[in-house]
């Protein structure tokens, strides 16, 4: 059974969770914008990574444009964000809203921490994540989501390590 991991993110969270999850699994690894229509075809299953900035996700178009390719794939899908993995309810939207109808029922879900540097962003996700502060309900959020984090941690891709090491033997 073959597979790959495909992946985008911006600033290295999404990145780092391939790259172990393809040391472990032994599968390649590769970045959204290297790979798309007929190249999917010889993939049994794939492992889809993905970032969030301002409520969507980094995969989106990416996931559109191959649909046809993919959809009769089975897919572990793995989301990572700031948003507290705890809340759920948040995380799930952001996959609903980017995930095309028809490839939700082919995925199975898992939600990872990231990180967060200040002085790496961009000024214009700088100018961003201050318009989102602005707008946040308290000050503890405003304070939160203008602070460095790094929550990126091998111990996060345990669950997902195990699916798809299940998925795959015999
Ligand atoms: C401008 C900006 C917008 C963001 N928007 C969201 C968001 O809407 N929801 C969320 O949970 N996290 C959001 N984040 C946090 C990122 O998803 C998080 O830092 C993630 O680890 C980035 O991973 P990457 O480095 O692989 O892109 C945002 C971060 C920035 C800088």
């Not at 969770?17 to 049994?44: Q, R, T």
């Not at 559109?64 to 899908?77: A, G, P, V």
């Not at 995925?107 to 989102?132: A, E, H, I, S, V």
């Not at 503890?140 to 798809?164: G, N, P, Q, R």
Request: one cysteine or more.
């Amino acid at each position: 059974m073959q597979g790959v991991i495909i992946y985008k993110g911006k600033y290295g969270a999404t990145q780092q969770y391939s790259e172990w999850l393809g040391e472990k699994l032994n599968l390649p690894v590769i970045h959204a914008a290297n790979i798309n229509g007929e190249a999917l075809k010889k993939y049994d299953f794939l492992v889809i990574g993905t970032s969030v900035y301002i409520g969507k996700l980094q995969m989106e178009s990416w996931l559109r444009n191959n649909l046809s390719f993919i959809k009769q794939k089975k897919i572990f899908f793995f989301q990572v964000a700031a948003t507290p993995v705890e809340q759920k309810k948040k995380r799930q939207a952001y996959n609903s809203a980017g995930i095309p109808k028809e490839l939700q029922p082919n995925c199975d879900y898992y939600y990872l921490p990231g990180k967060m540097t200040m002085k790496d962003l961009t000024w214009k996700d700088k100018f961003m994540l201050r318009m989102g502060a602005m707008l946040a309900k308290s000050t503890e959020e405003k304070k939160t989501m203008l602070t460095d984090y790094d929550s990126v941690a091998t111990i996060h891709i345990k669950e997902i390590l195990e699916a798809v090491r299940n998925h795959t033997k015999n």
